[in-house]
Antibody, heavy 126, light 108 residues
Framework: EVQLLESGGGLVQPGGSLRLSCAAS????????MSWVRQAPGKGLEWVSV????????YYADSVKGRFTISRDNSKNTLYVQMNSLRAEDTAVYYC???????????????????WGRGTLVTVSS | EIVLTQSPGTLSLSPGERATLSCRAS???????LAWYQQKPGQAPRLLIS???SRATGIPDRFSGSGSGTDFTLTISRLEPEDFAVYYC?????????FGQGTRLEIK
């Protein structure tokens, strides 16, 4: 069974930093792109970032570009996101998700997500 | 960036009825890379449909997706009590992945 378990969330002051982790199991981790998706309280879903299976390619949403860094350690089956210069609007539940794509035209940046982890809450407040 | 607009915002129906949810894209979605998710309170989203019309593993056949280009539809043929939730569409034809704002399906 595929499992994704996020950790590292918590309360942080504006301008601060936080690193989230996502421990993966039940599949060949290095073969799949992985993403972070967030959801502000009572709001919809917002894609944050994606990383290729090898870890050598990444994309970011404009809202986090230059502040967040996605990475992975395939030897530990773990996905990370380093979040710097945090703002109140970064407050959200952060989900990690396994990338899925089939058919022609697929590449690492083109994914839907299955499954998702349970999420970890990040609160940015003074 | 491709903007996805879902309608209606809220849909009030009774169990046993048919639900039709719409997702319209601001530009054509490449390769019809359009997915649908279901989210219940306090839970992570669950993939229902990928590639506009392919059901994910374990999804009941009362869920179906259709459409192409800029107009997509999720249909639930006969609503079960557990189907009342929020539904999101997502396009992944662009590397800047975007979601719709969601449709809340509530019990009438």
């Amino acid at each position: 069974e595929v499992q994704l378990l996020e950790s590292g969330g918590g309360l942080v002051q504006p301008g601060g930093s936080l690193r989230l982790s996502c421990a993966a199991s039940g599949f060949t981790f290095s073969s799949y792109a992985m993403s972070w998706v967030r959801q502000a309280p009572g709001k919809g879903l917002e894609w944050v970032s994606v990383i290729s299976g090898s870890g050598d390619s990444t994309y970011y949403a404009d809202s986090v570009k230059g502040r967040f860094t996605i990475s992975r350690d395939n030897s530990k089956n773990t996905l990370y996101v380093q979040m710097n210069s945090l703002r109140a609007e970064d407050t959200a539940v952060y989900y990690c998700a396994k990338g899925v794509c089939s058919g022609g035209g697929c590449y690492f940046g083109r994914n839907c997500f299955d499954p998702w982890g349970r999420g970890t809450l990040v609160t940015v407040s003074s | 960036e491709i903007v996805l607009t879902q309608s209606p915002g809220t849909l009030s129906l009774s169990p046993g009825e048919r639900a039709t949810l719409s997702c319209r894209a601001s530009q054509s979605v490449s390769s019809n890379f359009l997915a649908w998710y279901q989210q219940k309170p306090g839970q992570a989203p669950r993939l229902l449909i990928s590639g506009a019309s392919s059901r994910a593993t374990g999804i009941p056949d009362r869920f179906s997706g259709s459409g192409s280009g800029t107009d997509f539809t999720l249909t639930i043929s006969r609503l079960e009590p557990e189907d009342f939730a929020v539904y999101y569409c997502q396009q992944y034809g662009s590397s800047l992945i975007t979601f719709g704002q969601g449709t809340r399906l509530e019990i009438k």
